[in-house]
């Protein structure tokens, strides 16, 4: 009875340890200042820096295809925030690799506004 209860208090650790890690959809989350963005006519491309004290020594830039569900109030949200000088929190499908340019793929998510 005690190796039965021991084995299934294994499997029931593991399966919570295993259930909420996500490997599959990595994640590159940046919350910063946008600094530059451009559109063409399938994408829109945008530069992020995170806050810091000194010169930053990287950026992340992210993509968004036009053909996104809400495509312009995103674009509008970024629009405002760069104009404006304000922080957001960009999720991207990307891994933000190491580098001075730091790919943060697809744009998945934008939150918040805040004064810097």
């Known amino acids: 009875m005690k190796?039965?209860?021991?084995?299934?208090?294994?499997?029931?650790?593991?399966?919570?340890?295993?259930?909420?890690i996500s490997t599959a959809n990595a994640a590159c989350g940046t919350y910063g200042k946008v600094v530059y963005s451009y559109q063409n006519p399938s994408t829109m491309t945008l530069y992020v820096i995170p806050p810091?004290?000194?010169?930053?020594?990287?950026?992340?830039?992210?993509?968004?295809?036009?053909?996104t569900v809400g495509y312009s109030a995103l674009v509008n949200?970024?629009?405002?925030?760069?104009?404006?000088g304000q922080k957001l929190y960009?999720?991207?499908?990307?891994?933000?690799?190491?580098?001075?340019?730091?790919n943060g793929g697809t744009v998945q998510a934008v939150y918040g506004l805040s004064i810097m």
């Open 77 to 84: 949200k970024i629009n405002v925030a760069q104009a404006t």
């Open 52 to 67: 810091v004290t000194v010169l930053p020594s990287y950026y992340i830039y992210y993509t968004i295809p036009t053909t």
């Open 3 to 20: 190796k039965l209860y021991a084995v299934m208090l294994g499997i029931i650790g593991a399966a919570v340890l295993f259930g909420s």
């Open 90 to 102: 960009i999720n991207g499908s990307g891994t933000c690799t190491s580098g001075t340019a730091r």
